[in-house]
Nanobody, 118 residues
Framework: QVQLVESGGGLVQAGGSLTLSCAASQNIFDFNALHWYRQAPGQRREWVARVSSVFDGGVSTYVDSVKGRFTISRDNAKNTVYLHMNNLKPEDTAVYYC?????????WGQGTQVTVSS
């Protein structure tokens, strides 16, 4: 059973920065891609960013709305994936979740709230 625990959310002014962390309960080297999603109130959960597995080169991809502002990275030694968020906008306000796929199952964290004030 994989457990994912997000942290790092909070309240920030527009234009500010935050770094979210997602710590896994086991070696992420074995995982497939690692993802960040977000869900704003009253909206569907939205995919934000992905970093592929080590075997696939650790390639990062992003939804268009965050390109150039957000960076996903993975630290295999710490079993942690990060989402570095710069130039935050009020529309980035949401609960942010990390997700991975391992042995044909999806695993989600509990989420961390990010609130961006204008």
């Amino acid at each position: 059973q994989v457990q994912l625990v997000e942290s790092g959310g909070g309240l920030v002014q527009a234009g500010g920065s935050l770094t979210l962390s997602c710590a896994a309960s086991q070696n992420i080297f074995d995982f497939n891609a690692l993802h960040w999603y977000r869900q704003a109130p009253g909206q569907r959960r939205e995919w934000v960013a992905r970093v592929s597995s080590v075997f696939d080169g650790g390639v990062s991809t992003y939804v268009d709305s965050v390109k150039g502002r957000f960076t996903i990275s993975r630290d295999n030694a710490k079993n942690t994936v990060y989402l570095h968020m710069n130039n935050l906008k009020p529309e980035d306000t949401a609960v942010y979740y990390c997700k991975t796929e391992y042995q044909y199952r999806d695993y989600w964290g509990q989420g961390t709230q990010v609130t961006v004030s204008s």
